[in-house]
């Protein structure tokens, strides 16, 4: 039984004045334990919505998603979200140590209890020595560690990132890329991955659903199949990696193209 | 959003209603907290035999006189004071030291100056506003940008047209915000000193219901409060949009941004 | 300096003309009233009283805003409620409330201490209020997406997130606070400084009423300070980023 299923989700929101913009057309897909499934598609088509909706924040119009067999009707306990906007989603009087022990504390652990695991997990994102710090301090990419750590520390079965690396310049992204591969094959976390960037799609994941237009259908499903672990250099110089990203980018194209 | 502002009047209504319904059945002791309707009625009769307007004109005129002086003396003060280092070090200590001193605690030292004449109320409200005014005009006019400044220089202008036409309006924001900020503080203190030494205007006249046990009238007095804050409120945000459009605009685009 | 001159000026003028000398004694003597009034105990019984309800009003005050505030910010149902309510009774100068609450409460403490508490919810309520509504959306979806209830996002997420604001309001509440319960003390008390320094005003006791105005100030002073030190001591993860902004 896969462990998520977005049965026939479909989101319309209703503007000031009577106008409707259907965000999501209808989507369904599954999840299997363990897999890295990312979502691509052009922008404005409802990625966050879709993400939104399976962390239970959002309300479909229609349809549902089901998490171990349940119907999800608000945030479920084995997931979390990390959001793109990571300045607005840290907690500024909480230090690192203080916003990882968050997860912790969400997840039930008494206060003192636990220190070890989050500053273990602190030292997995490569923040170790930035425990006392405060998020202002950090650069761009570190906070998103600090983010991640914190989700992590919560001990989810599914992790879902929304653009997460959106906001940070090239070469953090790769690093970041890397960090989460490393998390990933330690935790063996379902993730669930949207981004606008197609190789960073494809450098990560076990599948790509890609996005149509809005309203958002899936209009194609890719396995990913290259060798783990991956690396930064050999996994992107394949062929195949090239030829991948190339039928994405076409695919994309001409549903925007449609539009 | 309407619908939600509809919801607040009909809550807010429905209160009074309640109070209506609560005191008209005697289950408040009516001598503490009449009907609404009587405390209409009063206040209605009040209005129309201009005693209430006779009172708020007694409070209004002194509120004024303060709140002009005020205006008039301290933001060329504070102008002067964020232009030069040397009037700003002159100025400082005083100010540091009377900052602190809460304002209706200056009522009594007015009355041994005034008794219970309008130059003591006057001189109150002065001493009130004198702090926001004076440092919001200062914080405007040391936060007047630099390059505006070179640029008026570089044109030649003399030192009073500097002031009069670049720092003035430049500074005018901050400027409003203490004028702003002080419209309240002087009617406060208006009633509280008309409370304390006074033989006529609102607040003594509400004060001098409640000594009399006329408390319906002394309701009354309140809602003339009331309506007055607002009214003075309204007032001034219809003269600021008058007379500085070009900021209302501004402020538009700084929000937006 | 000039305050220096002014106060040589003060003394000297004072002491020169006799006429002065009952609106404006000399400098010199209004201290050694402070001093005298001081060591008799007399000025600091009055001082207690006043600092007691000060600190009953305003403490009480604080406590019900804050929760009224968040409860207020957070529930759009509540807030849509009483939005009129508090539009309407916000302009009306707190200090009206006296001659109520003399008429409820009588003169004394209970009375003093309720209207220095109406006065003092106001801007804490307003604040906290506005703090409240104003959260980043992001930030309540984050405590949400770690499937906290409700009544831990408010205690762990917004809280903390208002603090500013909530800081802001308690720092003006303070001054309101003792204006007020000054106020009281003068217009229907019988002990305390405000009505104090009223009192000796009308037995023509000019240097023991400027006393009691330094002393109240200083109290003014005191408590500011005070208030400023706890203020960076709780808000440290503030002061960094503070001054960073100020770069």
Redesign the interface.
């Known amino acids: 039984m896969p462990l998520l299923e977005v049965q026939n989700l479909s989101k319309t929101y209703r503007q000031m004045g009577g106008d409707t913009t259907v965000a999501i057309g209808e989507i369904s897909c599954k999840i299997e334990p363990g897999e890295f499934v990312s979502f691509v598609g052009p922008s404005g088509c409802g990625k966050t919505t879709l993400l939104m909706s399976i962390a239970g924040l959002i309300a479909p119009s229609a349809g549902q998603v089901i998490i171990h067999g349940k119907e999800v009707s608000g945030p479920p306990p084995n997931l979390v979200l990390v959001f793109q906007d990571f300045n607005k989603s840290l907690f500024a009087w909480r230090s690192v140590l203080g916003n990882v022990r968050f997860g912790l504390e969400a997840r039930g652990h008494r206060w003192r209890q636990g220190e070890d695991k989050a500053r273990s997990l602190i030292d997995l994102v490569g923040l170790k020595g930035f425990e006392d710090h405060y998020p202002w301090e950090l650069s761009g990419g570190m906070q998103q560690r600090v983010a991640i750590a914190r989700a992590l520390a919560y001990e989810p079965e599914v992790l879902l990132m929304d653009e997460p690396f959106g906001s940070l310049d090239a070469l953090t992204r790769l690093e970041l890329e890397d960090t989460v591969l490393q998390l990933w094959e330690e935790l063996r976390t379902t993730i669930l991955f949207i981004t606008h960037d197609i190789e960073e799609a494809v450098y990560l994941s076990d599948r790509i659903l890609l996005l149509s237009q809005r309203p958002s259908r899936i209009i194609e499903e890719l396995p990913i199949d290259f060798a783990r672990p991956r690396n930064q250099v050999i996994t992107r110089s394949q062929p195949r990696f090239m030829e991948i990203r190339n039928c994405i980018y076409q695919r994309i194209r001409n549903e925007s193209a449609l539009s | 959003m309407r619908a939600s502002k509809l919801n607040g009047l009909l809550f807010f209504l429905g209160l009074l209603i309640v109070w209506e319904l609560v005191a008209q059945a005697r289950l408040i002791n009516p001598l503490v907290v009449p009907p609404l309707s009587r405390i209409l009625g009063v206040f209605s009769d009040l209005v129309w035999s201009g005693q209430i307007p006779l009172q708020v004109a007694s409070s209004m005129k002194r509120a004024a006189a303060g709140y002009i002086m005020a205006a008039v003396v301290f933001i060329p003060l504070g102008i002067l004071m964020g232009l030069s280092q040397s009037v700003y070090r002159l100025f400082e200590v005083i100010v540091e030291m009377l900052r602190p001193v809460p304002p209706p605690v200056m009522i009594p030292v007015a009355m041994l100056f005034f008794g219970l004449e309008d130059e003591m109320k006057i001189f109150v409200i002065f001493f009130s506003c004198a702090w926001p005014i004076l440092l919001n005009t200062l914080d405007g006019t040391r936060n007047v940008d630099r390059v505006l400044l070179n640029t008026a220089r570089t044109f030649g202008l003399s030192r009073w047209k500097i002031i009069w036409n670049i720092i003035l309006p430049a500074a005018s924001p901050q400027i409003v915000t203490g004028l702003k900020v002080s419209l309240p503080i002087t009617l406060i203190l208006v009633v509280i000193s008309e409370m304390v030494g006074s033989t006529d205007g609102i607040g003594y006249f509400i004060l001098d219901s409640q000594r009399r046990f006329r408390v319906a009238q002394m309701y009354a007095g309140m809602l003339t409060l009331a309506i007055l804050g607002y009214a003075l409120n309204q007032f001034f945000n219809v003269l600021y949009r008058l007379l500085m459009p070009w900021h209302v605009g501004l402020m538009r685009m700084k929000d937006a941004a | 300096?000039?305050?220096?001159l002014?106060l040589l000026m003060w003394e000297f003028g004072s002491r020169l003309s006799p006429a002065l000398q009952s609106?404006l004694p000399p400098v010199s003597r209004i201290f050694r009233s402070l001093a005298e009034l001081v060591i008799s105990g007399q000025l600091v019984s009055h001082l207690m009283i006043t600092l007691s309800r000060f600190l009953q009003g305003y403490l009480l005050a604080a406590s019900i805003a804050v929760i009224l505030g968040i409860v207020l910010g957070y529930f759009?149902?509540a807030?849509?409620?009483?939005?009129?309510?508090i539009e309407?009774?916000?302009?009306?100068?707190?200090?009206?409330?006296?001659?109520?609450a003399?008429?409820?409460l009588g003169i004394g403490d209970a009375m003093i201490v309720a209207v220095t508490v109406y006065a003092s919810v106001w801007p804490v309520l307003i604040n906290t209020m506005d703090g409240v509504r104003h959260l980043?959306r992001?930030?309540i979806?984050?405590g949400?997406?770690?499937?906290?209830n409700r009544r831990?996002i408010l205690w762990?997420?917004v809280l903390?997130?208002a603090?500013p604001y909530i800081v802001t309001g308690l720092r003006i509440s303070l001054?309101i606070a003792?204006?007020l319960v000054?106020?009281a003390e003068?217009?229907a008390g019988s002990r305390g400084l405000?009505f104090f320094?009223?009192d000796?005003?009308r037995s023509m006791n000019?240097s023991n009423?400027?006393a009691?105005?330094i002393l109240?100030?200083?109290l003014?002073?005191v408590l500011?300070r005070l208030f400023v030190l706890g203020e960076g001591w709780a808000m440290q993860?503030?002061r960094?980023?503070l001054a960073?902004e100020s770069v």
């Open positions: 300096m000039l305050f220096a002014l609106y759009r149902l807030h849509s409620l009483f939005e009129a309510v309407f009774l916000r302009p009306m100068p707190s200090v009206a409330i006296i001659p109520v003399v008429l409820l980043e992001t930030l979806d984050t949400r997406t770690f499937a906290l831990k762990l997420v903390p997130a603090a001054s003792l204006i000054t106020t003068m217009i405000g320094i009223l000796q005003e000019s009423m400027y009691g105005v109240v100030s200083a003014g002073y500011n993860w503030r960094g980023m960073q």
